[in-house]
């Protein structure tokens, strides 16, 4: 049927050739230009600007609070999508609507708030200051903004998984005598790992990117806490344009790497998924 | 269907159509509170607090004030930059998203399924990582950024680099709506067109865009949203020159900078606004949508 549209449907053409064209001149150009800029250093030069102490101590803090705020995310997204599917409670379809929110709020908007709620007399910091937590200008502040971020897409993988479940499988584990949980654990589970899976990598993905907001909530200290955007953002300001291109080609290494790993994930979820 | 159990001689489709009440797919008790609780604590804290805090904090010195400092000459200035560059991107990103879906879901080409995956790359990139990529090619230091500010381009530090990065930033947006929905669609109503005489153009503006318009419109919306909130790779573009180069994000970060809360969460409140809304409007066109 293809081969047929292709010689009678119009616009082939035209619109494969924008589509491409559009897409070299605002992304693929520009990547290759960084790359290209990043290569212009001697082997030796990009080591030092994109494996030095500091960018290195980035590289790793942005990992550490992505991994946590998605390993956070994949215990809270279960429980929130197995209430709004499972039970009936008041206000749920306000909580379901609220889920998405993350991902409409900008995050210029998330950081300030959070800052602001959490300080040491903020709404929230008041309490959390007395018995030690400090929340604001630290990594706990990284990782809770990261988990405010990343919650949706958790919530949203296993949510339609679960609410497609079959019946049956349950209904005979409980008959045959299985506890609620040996039936949660060894029939529901396994369907539900490629979901929860999918949603910790998107989660993970969306929090390595993660740069407005926490901009706002963390004190951006090197060794401390500067992520590597913010490392990126300051090397910019000195004007030093290849080792930000230095650390920007290793951050993009990392999205390839994750971009890849979220496609195989996805395939390999794909059969489990009804 | 096989029954291994005799108390459930009903279809796995009707008991799901009952679900929750089956027996044996009830929680303990407990676990249902604690479940439950769990959820108003997370949802309270993570989201519902913080968005009442917005308004709160926007709205603590009094109606007055908060209109006082919304009136602000750079703020204002930031709002409509913000309302000039996010249309512009989001108009760009849907002439791209058409003509994308349309060779994709239409043609079998060499190269296909590397497009696809070429379109979702930008989501992926870290956006300060973004606004660099266009700021190496078209800033001052690149030869390409010397030879448009010799015949009178800025781009860069400029409303044109604005829209690039915003561009970029929600690059798939509209292309990953439309993609699925024209490939659903079928190819039945445009070949009776074309067979009936309709131009290719006429083709498209009669059949094809009217039946994407739902589809497209939510592409736009959450387009649009992503769009007005950007934040990383406009910050590397932007120069940051107050009255100028802020954008309503930017304007956020500089004031709470100037320990001017009240008028960083007045900005804010406008930003939260439009989040809310692309919220409504989502829900309310994923019911039409839905329907057909």
């Known amino acids: 049927m293809k081969t047929i549209t292709r010689r009678v449907l119009p616009g082939f053409g035209l619109s494969l050739g924008y589509t491409v064209t559009y897409l070299s001149l605002l992304v693929l150009i520009p990547l290759a230009a960084c790359i290209l800029r990043a290569t212009n250093l001697t082997l030796e030069e990009f080591g030092r600007a994109a494996w030095s102490p500091r960018a290195r101590a980035a590289y790793w803090l942005t990992f550490e609070c992505a991994f946590w705020a998605a390993a956070i995310n994949l215990v809270l997204g279960l429980v929130v999508a197995w209430t709004l599917v499972r039970y009936r409670f008041p206000l749920k379809t306000l909580i379901d609507a609220l889920v998405d929110v993350p991902l409409a709020l900008p995050t210029a908007v998330t950081g300030l708030v959070y800052a602001n709620l959490y300080v040491s007399d903020g709404w929230l910091g008041q309490f959390l200051s007395p018995l030690g937590l400090e929340v604001a200008y630290t990594r706990l502040g990284i990782v809770l903004v990261l988990v405010f971020t990343g919650f949706p897409f958790v919530v949203r993988s296993v949510q339609p998984v679960l609410a497609e479940l079959d019946a049956e499988e349950e209904e005979a584990s409980a008959v045959m005598g299985a506890s609620r949980w040996v039936t949660f654990r060894h029939v529901m589970f396994p369907h539900l790992l490629p979901p929860l899976l999918s949603g910790f990598t998107l989660a993970f993905a969306r929090g390595v990117g993660e740069y407005g907001s926490v901009v706002f909530i963390s004190s951006n200290i090197p060794f401390k ?8 953002r300051s090397r910019l300001e000195e004007f030093a344009y290849r080792e930000a291109a230095a650390v920007a080609v290793v951050m993009l290494g990392f999205s390839f790497v994750l971009l890849t790993l979220i496609s195989l994930v996805e395939r390999w979820s794909q059969p489990h998924v009804k | 269907m096989s029954n291994e159990s005799s108390e459930a001689p009903i279809s796995a489709a009707t008991l799901n159509s009952f679900q929750p009440r089956s027996q044996a797919r009830e929680d303990p008790a407990w676990v249902r509170w604690l479940l439950v609780g769990t959820t108003y604590l997370v ?43 996010s249309p512009v991107a989001v108009a760009m990103n849907v002439v791209f998203g058409l003509a994308a879906a349309w060779a994709i879901a239409r043609f079998q080409f060499p190269g296909r399924t590397v497009l696809i995956s070429l379109i979702d790359l930008p989501m992926s990139i870290s956006p300060v990582v973004a606004g660099l990529v266009l700021m190496l090619v078209l800033g001052l230091q690149s030869p390409v950024g010397q030879w448009l500010r010799d015949h009178g381009w800025q781009i860069i530090f400029a409303p044109p680099g604005l829209v690039l990065a915003t561009a970029f930033i929600t690059f798939p947006l509209v292309a990953r709506e439309l993609l699925p929905l024209l490939e659903s669609e079928g190819v039945d109503e445009e070949m009776a067109a074309l067979s009936l005489g309709a131009s290719g153009w006429q083709m498209f503006w009669r059949v094809t865009l009217p039946n994407l318009r739902w589809g497209l419109l939510y592409g736009i919306i959450l387009c649009n949203a992503r769009a007005m909130g950007e934040f990383g790779a406009v910050h590397v573009v932007s120069g940051r020159i107050s009255g100028q180069t802020d954008t309503l994000p930017l304007r956020v970060e500089k004031l709470f900078q100037e320990y001017d809360n009240p008028g960083a969460f007045a900005a804010a409140s406008v930003l939260t606004l439009v989040a809310i809304l692309t919220l409504i409007g989502k829900s309310v066109l994923e019911r039409k949508v839905h329907r057909g």
């Open chain 1, 225 to 232: 806490t500067e992520i590597a955007a913010v490392l990126i």
């Open chain 2, 43 to 85: 949802i309270g804290l993570l989201v519902a607090v913080p968005l009442i805090h917005v308004f709160h904090q926007a709205f603590s010195a009094g109606i007055g004030e908060y209109f006082r400092k919304l009136g602000d000459r750079d703020t204002l200035h930031a709002i409509f930059l913000t309302l000039m560059v």
